[in-house]
């Protein structure tokens, strides 16, 4: 079986000092996924994590930091003149390479397939530091979607040294890609170790939140459907809302001005409709324990709501997350108009349809994932370097 997980103990050789562990972010949801990987190195006897924000999406970043409790030790901020993903990688890789300059580093740890990531597997890569890619091995096998994460995480694999795979499937695909087995770990995704700590906490509903019988939560963001894709998916949502008189939406907008500008012309304007900013993560979790279904493009939600038996429709053609497919937890229904609205039609009029969906699965993982991760950054990175 490839990449056995490691155990959660602490044995191995002697440490005589704490190994800096460079644990960079640039987005709400590299925060979401790093939190209990970065708490579990500071609380280890031979690690120092050391927390490095990227500007990528500074004021969803800097929130959902706050939400965990985390402060970043540096910034590197990113001056989007242009809103060019050029900007942001240049920018970042240059800062990073810059701060690496004067540190003794173990190695550097980053989550997913952002640009941010792309740019800090290349500067591990060129300063011969190892890197840990966390989420490791996600592929949809399309260049182009999603756009352009499947390019970043393909990037990202050449220069990994720790490949933190979350399912069997992704460890596969490392596999079939030529990644030696010994370089990967089977570790479950830190999404979950997320989810399930702040469910447990009960966190309360956003004030916002609608009071309807069927409260779907949408979330949709990705820059491969910006224009007439998405215009097209909204109005089939708006068109649910005026044929269902119980259902409504509660849609926390990301702020980017392609999201933006078409959620507020196409779904402004409905009282059953609320348009909201991007919610605090307990929030978020409140919302998809009280809602009917999610509709969303989002990987992450397509990994969290499946866990708390949420039915999920996917704003999207493929996916790199096949084992919520395979769950039946998650559907992908695309951006056209017909095939989302028969979706939500088949859900609201067969019991039993959304009944097979609505039933918690875990496919990607027990809540254990930073505990795997932390260990084999210490077996098969620090042990050796210090050896």
Same mark, same amino acid.
């Given at each position: ?28 949801? *590299? ?5 209990? $990987?970065?708490?579990?190195?500071? %609380? ?13 999406? #500074?004021? $969803?970043? !800097? &929130? #959902? ?39 003794? @580093? ?17 500067? @591990? ?69 997320? $989810? ?38 909204? %109005? ?8 269902? #008189? !119980? ?36 929030? $978020? ?13 989002? %990987? ?19 996916? *790199? &997350?096949?084992? @919520? ?48 991760? #932390? ?10 370097? *210090?050896?």
């Amino acid at each position: 079986m490839p990449g056995v997980p490691a155990d959660g103990g602490e044995g191995g050789a002697l440490i005589t000092h704490k190994a800096h562990c460079i644990c960079v972010v640039g987005t709400r949801p *590299e925060v979401i996924k790093m939190a209990a $990987l970065i708490a579990r190195l500071d %609380g280890s006897d031979w690690a120092r994590p050391f927390v490095v924000s990227i500007g990528q999406h #500074a004021e $969803l970043l !800097d &929130r #959902a930091m706050a939400d965990f409790g985390l402060v970043a030790d540096h910034h590197v901020f990113i001056d989007r003149q242009r809103g060019s993903i050029l900007e942001v990688a240049s920018q970042a890789m240059d800062g990073l390479d810059a701060l690496l300059d004067g540190m003794d @580093a173990a190695c550097v740890i980053a989550q997913g397939d952002t640009t941010t990531v792309m740019a800090t597997a290349l500067v @591990a890569f060129y300063r011969r530091l190892p890197f840990v890619h966390v989420e490791a091995g996600l592929r949809t096998g399309d260049m182009q979607a999603p756009f352009p994460e499947e390019f970043n995480r393909r990037v990202a694999a050449l220069g990994t040294r720790l490949h933190c795979a979350p399912t069997e499937g992704s460890a596969q695909n490392l596999l079939a890609e030529g990644v030696p087995e010994a370089d990967i770990l089977l570790s479950g995704n830190t999404v979950i170790d997320a $989810l399930l700590a702040t469910a447990a906490q009960r966190p309360d509903l956003p004030a916002d939140f609608l009071k309807v019988p069927r409260p779907i939560l949408v979330t949709a963001h990705r820059r491969e459907s910006f224009g007439l894709r998405m215009e097209e998916a909204f %109005g089939a949502l708006r068109a649910v809302v005026e044929q269902y #008189a !119980d259902i409504g939406l509660f849609f926390p907008v990301h702020p980017n001005p392609n999201t933006l500008a078409l959620a507020h012309r196409l779904l402004g304007g409905h009282d059953r409709i609320v348009l909201t900013r991007p919610l605090a993560y307990p929030q $978020l979790v409140a919302a998809m324990q009280a809602s009917w279904i999610v509709v969303t493009d989002s %990987g992450g939600l397509q990994e969290e709501a499946p866990a708390l038996g949420k039915p999920v429709l996917v704003l999207r053609d493929v996916t *790199e &997350r096949p084992e @919520a497919i395979a769950s039946g937890a998650v559907q992908l229904v695309g951006t056209d108009r017909s095939r989302i609205l028969r979706a939500i039609e088949k859900l609201y009029t067969d019991p039993a349809a959304y009944a097979r969906m609505a039933k918690p699965v875990f496919p990607y993982g027990d809540g254990k994932a930073a505990e795997r991760i #932390a260990a084999a950054i210490r077996q098969r990175i620090v042990v050796v370097n *210090e050896g």
